[in-house]
């Protein structure tokens, strides 16, 4: 059994993953970020329908664009692949021994949710944790299991992107490349004062009590003035 400091995996990737395939990854998630926000708004669509569809629109084009992005920068395979059930497609793109898949999550602390290829991908000659900074693996020169990590899917504009890789386990997820740090300017990153999309909690209705309108009140009638020799009844 091999053992390998995280530096070694970074070396690894350094070699077998090459900074035109990271810029890449980079250009694909901008332009899949920059037509999310152009298509999936009103008035194309109402806002409902927009936050349901704005993730599965963004996956798909992060994982068009990610293809074809890597295949003009000759990696060694690029494809559609589909999950154990064959009702879902996952791009894979493979440099080396350098295998990825992609994934949107919540935030940077967050992992992808569980899904059937990543755990065989992630059990199939894949590293694990030891002593905290030191990845155990199986494998001599096979291949080893990243995932690209973005996000957040709801937000307009991506806020980091990082090459990750889970121990056998599939407990953690150890982020080596911070691509948006190694590759300033690539994406767009929006600024400060541009708002989520999705992220904006409703505002609280606030019930005023039913205002008390007091009737109003009705006009004293003023007597006759009687006639001189006229007697009261």
Not at 64 to 70: A, D, E, M, P, V
Not at 203 to 210: A, E, G, N, R, S
Request: proline share 7%.
């Amino acid at each position: 059994m091999n053992v390998l400091h995280i530096s070694d995996l970074e070396e690894i990737l350094s070699n077998e993953f090459s900074s035109e395939l990271e810029i890449a990854a980079l250009r694909a998630l901008d332009i899949a970020y920059r037509l999310t926000r152009e298509h999936v708004r009103p008035p194309f669509l109402d806002d409902p329908e927009a936050k349901d569809l704005r993730g599965h629109y963004l996956r798909a084009c992060v994982e068009t664009y990610w293809k074809r992005f890597s295949a003009e920068c000759q990696a060694d395979r690029v494809e559609s692949r589909l999950n154990r059930r064959r009702n879902y497609y996952h791009a894979w793109v493979e440099s080396g021994r350098i295998h990825l898949t992609a994934s949107a999550v919540a935030d940077q602390t967050a992992k992808p949710r569980k899904a059937d290829f990543r755990e065989t991908y992630a059990s199939d000659g894949q590293l694990s944790l030891f002593d905290g900074d030191q990845l155990e693996s199986d494998d001599n020169g096979d291949s080893i299991y990243g995932v690209l990590l973005y996000g957040p899917s709801k937000s307009l504009f991506p806020k980091f992107i990082k090459i990750a890789f889970p121990d056998a386990s599939r407990n953690r997820y150890i982020p080596i490349v911070d691509l948006l740090n190694k590759h300033p300017g690539v994406v767009d990153l929006g600024s400060p004062m541009e708002e989520e999309f999705q992220g904006e909690p409703m505002p609280d209705v606030i019930v005023t009590p039913d205002e008390e309108i007091q009737e109003p009140e009705l006009p004293g009638l003023r007597p006759i003035p009687r006639r001189v020799g006229e007697e009261g009844s």
